[in-house]
């Protein structure tokens, strides 16, 4: 990577801030990050399994109403997303740095405290969310090998232990180059059974839940909806692949960001609009959530779309166990600073990233939505809302002081920062004094 300096003649600026080159032996070759490939790595970031929890969250209020959250919560996510690049694209034409992840971001501007503090976050998020993958995997699955070879349903800790050993031991055994092909073959699944579920869906829609509507419910469902749309943990290699370009930065984050929440919007009016009142008198029992998909996996609304709900839902988990896999041990990597190693030298490091969340998910099976509904609260609370808004802040705040060029990609100003703030810390209180009323 060469870096670039920015140019201000009259009104030209040269927008990039460095090139990535190769070497081909004879001469130097411009590879430029296009914005095609990085809106597919926002997007394919942001579509996992948070989408499964978004039914059982939303059903209470409504399909109007959620769909109003949806919208606000994807508007803060692309508010947090542009800051998260505004930062790191001022980080590196400041110090000429050719790329920085997240966590160097943070560390960088806010310090050692900061850093530990995020750190922190995405720890607890990347295992709060390989709980609840590995649980509703391993239910899904032992609800489907039940069904097939004819038996009563499983106890829960076998499909959750079977799953986690499952995928995390073709994660351990096999090579990078077939996991990732591995992962693309699954990727391939989910958009084919998304398309079809939606269409089989699309015509068992009752008109009795399209007018119902309780704004007072749709509080609860944020937490989860914030985990379904996060995707700013990929904001600063976006910045690298575009080549600190501001213009293509700016349409990749929203482009990327756009497509997940369109099939958000319509997998929830479809999931909710296909779930009769009769289905919802007989399957709730007051005491625990109550999960739509559920149903409909059984044949509540027809057998085949049953089938590909399933499919979506154990393929939507396993592209998204992969991804939170690499990341934590990535992190790990960080921390022990681990050089990769042979079988011997991978075992301590899977045995971390995996045991604990089968371990947590076999002791409490129901814990799907708990560990969503805390990882969005608190989790991304921080990475997403408070850590961009302070980080901006600071930034804007020391370059204001020494005079130098300051790209901002959100206007608003301090008012912006302080709203983002508040919503999170706001997000916080409400979870913290619901513990205490419990």
């Known amino acids: 990577m060469v870096p670039i300096k920015t140019v201000l003649q009259d009104s030209e600026q040269v927008t990039r ?24 790595l926002i997007a394919g970031t942001t579509v996992g399994a948070g989408i499964l929890a978004l039914p059982a969250v939303t059903l209470p209020s409504g399909i ?6 949806l919208i606000a919560v994807w508007l803060y ?3 947090s997303g542009l800051l998260v690049a505004e930062v790191t694209l001022n980080m590196m034409r400041a110090e000429g740095l050719p790329s920085i992840g997240f966590l160097g971001v943070v560390e960088k501007i806010l310090g050692k405290l900061g850093a530990r503090i995020a750190g922190s976050a995405y720890l607890f998020m990347h295992y709060a969310l390989l709980v609840a993958y590995v649980t509703k995997g391993g239910e899904i699955l032992g609800a489907a090998a039940a069904k097939v070879w004819g038996v009563q349903i499983l106890p829960t800790w076998v499909g959750t232990t ?3 050993l499952l995928f995390g031991g073709i994660m351990y055994l096999g090579r990078e180059k077939f996991i990732e092909k591995l992962n693309s073959a699954f990727v391939g699944i989910v958009i084919v059974s998304f398309l079809g579920l939606l269409f089989l869906a699309g015509g068992n829609i009752q008109s009795t839940q399209l007018v119902f509507q309780d704004w007072s419910a749709l509080g609860s469902a944020i937490s989860v909806m914030s985990v379904a749309l996060f995707f700013q943990n990929v904001v600063p290699l976006v910045v690298t692949q575009l080549e600190g370009d501001a213009g293509k930065i700016r349409q990749s984050i929203f482009i990327g960001s756009v497509i997940p929440l369109i099939m958000f919007l319509a997998w929830n009016a479809v999931i909710l609009g296909s779930v009769s009142p009769d289905m919802l ?4 029992d007051g005491t625990s959530v109550f999960d739509p998909l559920q149903i409909l996996r059984a044949g509540g609304a027809g057998e085949w779309l049953g089938v590909l709900v399933s499919i979506f839902s154990e393929f939507a988990i396993a592209t998204s166990f992969i991804g939170f896999v690499y990341g934590l041990l990535d992190l790990f990597k960080d921390i022990f600073l681990l050089a990769q190693g042979g079988l011997s030298r991978r075992f301590p490091l899977y ?12 002791l409490n099976p129901s814990i799907f939505f708990t560990a969503l509904d805390y990882t969005g609260t608190f989790s991304i609370s921080v990475l997403g809302g408070i850590m961009p808004a302070l980080m901006s802040w600071k930034q804007r705040q020391e370059q ?11 206007p608003g100003g301090k008012v912006t920062l302080i709203v983002m703030i508040g919503v999170a810390l706001a997000m916080m209180g409400r979870q913290i004094l619901s513990i205490y009323h419990q």
């Open 162 to 164: 079977t799953f986690t």
């Open 281 to 284: 008198y007989s399957a709730s």
């Open 351 to 362: 045995s971390l990233v995996l045991f604990p969340p089968m371990t947590l998910g076999t």
């Open 64 to 69: 109007v109403p959620s769909t109003s959250g």
């Open 17 to 40: 801030l460095f090139s990535h080159l190769e070497f081909d032996g004879k001469k130097l070759n411009h590879q430029p990050g296009s914005v095609l490939g990085s809106t597919a």
């Open 400 to 410: 204001e002081n020494l005079d130098s060029i300051n790209q901002p990609l959100v």
């Open 77 to 79: 996510a692309l508010v």
